[in-house]
T-cell receptor, first 114, second 112 residues
Framework: SQQGEEDPQALSIQEGENATMNCSYK?????LQWYRQNSGRGLVHLIL?????REKHSGRLRVTLDTSKKSSSLLITASRAADTASYFC??????????????FGKGTKLTVNP | SQTIHQWPATLVQPVGSPLSLECTVE??????LYWYRQAAGRGLQLLFY??????ISSEVPQNLSASRPQDRQFILSSKKLLLSDSGFYLC???????????FGSGTRLTVV
């Protein structure tokens, strides 16, 4: 399977702490993306890291990619209660029939306690 | 700016009834369009994708079908719903060679 797997499945931390989520995948990729989903809502794109990049920052987000280990991590620094959501990694794009497909993991549910 | 509209937000349908979920995109041309389903507490399963009008690819055999009658309109349908069709349905679009998906707000379908 090409599916990414996030770890841990659930994470509960206190406001102000850092949250780290990991993603492992099985096949070669062009890029890896992280998405956020608030309960009952659509996914929102957070950050994309290309296969030739090792680290990327966006605000309080830091993403690393280790293609030799086929893994990525998402770090949220100084977490806030509003960061409570599920976070998904998506690998790809895998081109098939002219369309670019992403393969999503099952997500990490993050709870930030005030 | 590009926007994506998906409706309805929630839907409760009896077993055996038909289904039609609609998704429209504004502000872009010839997008790749996708339908995903998300079971409770699970990841996303790609159901259908489309690279152009009338071009539909199915990822998994199922009780559902998709159509793209216009460039920026994507419809998910069923003739007879099953209990197992319950879930959270998400529409998304992307621009070719970019990979990034933009998602609609989703439809919570409960088949009773």
């Amino acid at each position: 399977s090409q599916q990414g797997e996030e770890d841990p499945q659930a994470l509960s931390i206190q406001e102000g702490e850092n949250a780290t989520m990991n993603c492992s995948y099985k096949t070669s990729i062009n890029n890896l993306q992280w998405y956020r989903q608030n309960s009952g809502r659509g996914l929102v794109h957070l950050i994309l890291i290309r296969s030739n990049e090792r680290e990327k920052h966006s605000g309080r987000l830091r993403v690393t990619l280790d293609t030799s280990k086929k893994s990525s991590s998402l770090l949220i620094t100084a977490s806030r209660a509003a960061d409570t959501a599920s976070y998904f990694c998506a690998t790809g794009p895998f081109t098939q029939g002219g369309s670019e497909k992403l393969v999503f993991g099952k997500g990490t549910k993050l709870t930030v306690n005030p | 700016s590009q926007t994506i509209h998906q409706w309805p937000a929630t839907l409760v349908q009896p077993v055996g009834s038909p289904l039609s979920l609609e998704c429209t995109v504004e502000g872009t041309s010839n997008p790749n369009l996708y339908w995903y389903r998300q079971a409770a507490g699970r990841g996303l399963q790609l159901l259908f994708y489309s690279v152009g009008i009338g071009q539909i690819s199915s990822e998994v055999p199922q009780n559902l079908s998709a159509s793209r009658p216009q460039d920026r309109q994507f419809i998910l349908s069923s003739k007879k719903l099953l209990l197992s069709d319950s879930g959270f349905y998400l529409c998304a679009w992307s621009v070719s060679n970019r990979g990034r998906h933009t998602f609609g707000s989703g439809t919570r379908l409960t088949v009773v």
